[in-house]
């Protein structure tokens, strides 16, 4: 079975105290992961590494950054290289959150440049995609989101289309409380799958986990996951509160 992931998408909240206690909190609940199963946290930069160090040994759990930059070292001022994150012991990065293409202008071409960057330092990018409310009222949908997974993914090589996540997040649903309907989000991923299958070939395809994010909630989890092209979630709000977290993590297939 593809793998399944409960990713937390923390943004820029939570104190460095807060964090600990969300952390604390959350693993005293009870979840259990299969093999199939994992779980990442998006967490703020600073406390990237406490937080690789704290989770260390946990079976299937894993730290993300919430962007990286598309050089390797140099002269750019406030920006963190793959690299650093690598050597850290980050394993994944966020990357085409519609936050940051929106207001930090990441165009199809960067993202592709940060996708490249990652792979080639064996991190894994959770690459983000998905419409704004007049592309979805017009039902122009599928050809937005084949825009973006055109223009940033369909270089890869199918060796490296392997070691991609895909999370579809409609941005009118992003912290709105307004999600998709399971079905709404079923019938999109479905048509991703199909694009990359069209690229990659089945075979590949069918391993790539396509995350749904957009209002996650512990009481629509279930029905979202359950759903054939749906392997799991990228969660903001709900990720800030350790009981609707774990409740996320027990509803993965
Ligand atoms: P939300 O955010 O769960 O608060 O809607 C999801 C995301 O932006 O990744």
Known sequence: MRTQIAAANWKMNLSFNEANTLIDNL??????????????????????????????????????????????????????????????????????HSERREYFNESHQMLKEKVDIILSNNLTPIFCCGEPLGIREAETQNQFVQQQIEESLFHLSNDEARKIVIAYEPIWAIGTGKTATSQQAQDIQAFIRQLLASKFGEETANIIPILYGGSVKANNAKELFNMPDIDGGLVGGASLIPSEFNAIINALK
């Open 27 to 96: 693993l005293a609940l009870p979840h259990e992961l299969t093999v199939n199963q994992q779980v990442v946290f998006g967490i703020p930069f600073p406390y990237l590494q406490h937080f690789v160090e704290k989770l260390n040994g946990k079976q299937n759990v894993f730290v993300a950054a919430q962007n990286c930059y598309t050089k390797t070292s140099g002269a750019y001022t406030g920006e963190t290289s793959v690299q650093m994150l690598q050597s850290i012991g980050v394993t994944h990065v966020i990357i085409g």
